[in-house]
């Protein structure tokens, strides 16, 4: 198992402009965040780079690792922390001879110990399972088992990203399992309550695991 403690890794929704940035301000004011990644659908790079480069810069103030989706291009131009990609995106070579071995790069593994395995080996800064809960940021048609997590953690150096419906609810077995890092989005800028109360809550729930 991993010495290092859980982290929550923030994902944006997919709208970020208008009084966003004053949401993740708040947010990242409020509790401990290790990285946020900008993910944004349908709209052309330089849109995509106006949108980005506010938040950015709050990420950067707060020393939160900024992660562009998808989008290698983007990423470079921004001068990003961090790149995520998808099994359908462009491939992990190709992402580190175009960004350098500075920059953090995330695999979507789903549910596949197979294709973790071979981002580990490939050079993955990190690997992502899920779907673990039913979602409503995007269309999953995966859903591992906690038990994953607990493979990888055993298995691996590499830390791992639990994602897919998490909430302040149902993220402890996660988190008991292995997780190195527990990525939201729906449960925090939608809460009732505001992002800066949902990342409380889960930063209290992490913090908490800490001290057992």
């Not at 039913?134 to 953690?153: N, Y």
Request: hydrophobic content about 40%; proline content about 6%; glycine content about 8%.
């Amino acid at each position: 198992m991993h010495d290092i403690p859980c982290q929550l890794y923030l994902i944006s929704p997919l709208e970020t402009g208008g009084d966003f940035p004053d949401q993740l301000r708040k947010a990242l004011e409020a509790g401990s965040v290790a990285a946020f990644q900008f993910r944004v659908k349908d709209i052309d790079q330089q849109e995509a780079a106006r949108l980005a480069e506010p938040l950015k810069a709050i990420c950067d103030e707060f020393d939160v690792a900024f992660i562009v989706n998808d989008d290698i291009a983007l990423a470079q131009q921004l001068g990003a922390d961090g790149v995520h990609l998808g099994q359908g995106d462009d491939s992990l070579d190709h992402a580190r001879e175009q960004l350098g071995n500075d920059v953090q790069i995330g695999i979507t593994c789903h549910d596949s110990r197979h294709l973790a395995m071979e981002a580990g080996e490939g050079g993955a800064n990190y690997v992502a399972f899920g779907a673990f809960f039913p979602t409503k940021t995007k269309e999953t048609f995966h859903k591992p088992e906690p038990a994953i997590l607990e493979w990888w953690s055993a298995m691996m150096e590499i830390p791992c990203v639990a994602i897919g419906g998490i909430t302040p609810e149902n993220c402890q077995p996660l988190i008991d399992a292995g997780a190195d890092f527990i990525a939201v989005s729906g449960a925090v800028w939608n809460d009732p309550a505001g992002p800066a109360q949902a990342v409380r809550r889960f930063s209290d729930i992490i913090q908490a695991g800490e001290s057992v």
